[in-house]
């Protein structure tokens, strides 16, 4: 297994357990890399790990890796990476998490020309990964993809029964819809910010 993917192992092992800082002390390991390889090895973990039901619990991990190191923002690069996942994942949480630990604190003392030539650059990624995405967000037929119906549970009018094949299907659509209101919201954060 390749020192990456230890490391990996480990910063899973640590999030599984809700162990923060078990989590930070691996995180650490990962800077002895360059900071470009670190972002990227990071972010693919966020990536991998988020999901819209522990969205708050990934963004707490992204906010626990901006503290420790400025640089793995990547603010000024085309690659960077967490703000890629954040849009990717459609997580408001951790686009929130990036705008508020990352892009504000880098904007403080900059004129307004330079936030705005930020929040475009930014704009323009999320416009393109909505784009992409929205294209290829699989179609799922009532009949042909999903097994049966969604009935009601005549014990409890407040539950309904789905067929045990079909949920993997309604946890995938559930996500993607939940990315696209994400990735909504994101571009109309970014625009506000362009405007005012």
């Avoid at 002895?32 to 790990?49: I, M």
């Avoid at 508020?100 to 330079?114: F, G, N, R, T």
């Avoid at 009949?143 to 309604?170: C, H, R, W």
């Amino acid at each position: 297994m390749s020192a990456d993917k230890q490391i990996l192992s480990k910063l899973e092992k640590c999030a599984d357990g809700n162990d923060l800082q078990g989590f930070n002390s691996y995180r650490r390991i990962t800077l002895v890399t360059d900071v470009a390889n670190a972002s990227l090895l990071l972010s693919a973990f966020l990536l991998n790990r988020h999901t819209t039901s522990n969205s708050n619990a990934t963004a707490k991990l992204l906010e626990i890796i901006l503290n420790s190191n400025d640089d793995l923002a990547m603010i000024n690069f085309p690659d960077n990476c967490f703000f890629q996942t954040a849009v990717l994942k459609g997580s408001i949480e951790l686009y929130e998490c990036y705008m508020e630990e990352a892009i504000e604190s880098y904007l403080y003392d900059k004129s307004e020309d330079e936030a705005y030539t930020c929040y475009m650059n930014l704009n323009t990624i999320a416009e393109r990964y909505n784009d992409l995405i929205f294209d290829r967000i699989p179609k799922y037929i009532k009949g042909k993809d999903f097994k049966s119906a969604v009935s009601k549970y005549e014990k409890d009018p407040y539950l309904v029964l789905i067929d045990e094949e079909d949920v993997a299907i309604m946890e995938k659509v559930i996500e993607n819809y939940n990315g696209i209101l994400g990735r909504r919201d994101i571009l109309k954060d970014l625009e506000a910010r362009m405007v005012g």
